[in-house]
């Protein structure tokens, strides 16, 4: 009878536990179209600012699910949950889903802790590039080619022409710069509980299970579990989403403006659409998923 009465009041006046505001960052890193807004710090702002904007909430929570992309959006990312985490004196717990690899992992790091189920893909510290080549095509098919550059740097790697040895070496100097931050960033977050030595920077990953024991991750679990364990059995998560834009969607602010342009571009906005989704599941694909 008495739960009964307590159902009917407002819910302000029930007896509750906490309440757990939860982001889920969900997707590849900066792959973004008009129609696919893709994970950015455009599009995570608003519920990060919302989430952290909980007084009484003990921690936020975080579900990750992202095989990585955008080195730079990763990095903005983790920076702006860490401002966030400091400025509100909020504690971070990460989950992860199915995937945190490459930047991916990267925005992970920004948890106090990390928490991963025994089966997701973990780790993956280190930078790609990826293309094709058509010379031999453009022969076949009697194409030439034709550009014209003011510094003769401004064309390398261009997918038309041969590899060029001194192009190589130079994009392998960048991806080399960034891996030596993202080292910099997983050894000043988790050095303290690190193992496996210089392979867990070889860009290889594990399951949770396995990242467990390298320190990768501080335990496996699950957010819900996870959450009423810590906070009590009426602890509450709550999921903070971003505002809904034109046609419903999820979106950053502006994300309305940009739909209807990309209908205006009629083929070329749907063109660039599906060619980020190739981009998209090819890098979901590579942790087989």
């Known amino acids: 009878m008495i739960d009964t009465l307590r159902g009917l009041l407002p819910k302000k006046f029930r007896s509750q536990g906490p309440v757990i505001p939860v982001v889920r960052l969900q997707g590849a890193i900066g792959m973004a179209t008009p129609l696919r807004p893709g994970l950015s710090l455009a599009t995570v702002a608003q519920p990060l600012e919302k989430a952290f904007s909980f007084k009484k909430a003990p921690a936020v929570a975080l579900v990750v699910n992202s095989p990585g992309g955008s080195p730079v959006q990763s990095r903005l990312i983790y920076q702006r949950i860490r401002e966030l ?102 050894k000043s977050r988790r050095g303290d509980v690190l193992s496996g030595g210089e392979d867990v920077f070889s860009g290889k990953f594990w399951t949770g299970s396995s990242a467990r024991g390298l320190g990768l991750i501080d335990g496996l679990g699950h957010l819900r579990g996870t959450l009423k364990e810590r906070y009590g059995s009426k602890a509450e998560p709550k999921l903070i989403s971003a505002p809904r834009g034109l046609f419903g969607r999820r979106s950053s602010v502006g994300g309305g403006v940009a739909a209807l342009a990309s209908f205006s571009g009629g083929v070329q906005g749907l063109g660039n659409d599906i060619i980020s989704s190739l981009e998209e599941r090819g890098l979901w694909a590579r942790y087989g998923l």
């Not at 490459?102 to 990390?114: K, N, V």
């Not at 089966?119 to 031999?136: L, R």
């Not at 194409?143 to 392998?172: C, H, M, W």
Request: charged share 25%.
């Open 85 to 186: 985490a400091k400025e509100k004196e909020k504690e971070v717990l990460v989950f992860v889903e199915d995937v945190a690899a490459s930047g991916g992992y990267m925005i992970a790091l920004a948890g106090d802790e990390i928490i991963a189920d025994p089966c997701a893909i973990v780790g993956s510290i280190g930078v790609v590039s990826a293309g094709f080549g058509f010379t031999d095509l453009i022969k076949k098919v009697g194409v030439e080619r034709r550009v014209y550059t003011a510094g003769e740097k401004k064309v390398i790697l261009d997918p038309f022409q041969p590899e060029n040895p001194d192009d190589i070496s130079y994009l392998k100097g960048l991806q080399q710069e960034i891996h030596d931050i993202f080292i910099e960033m997983v």
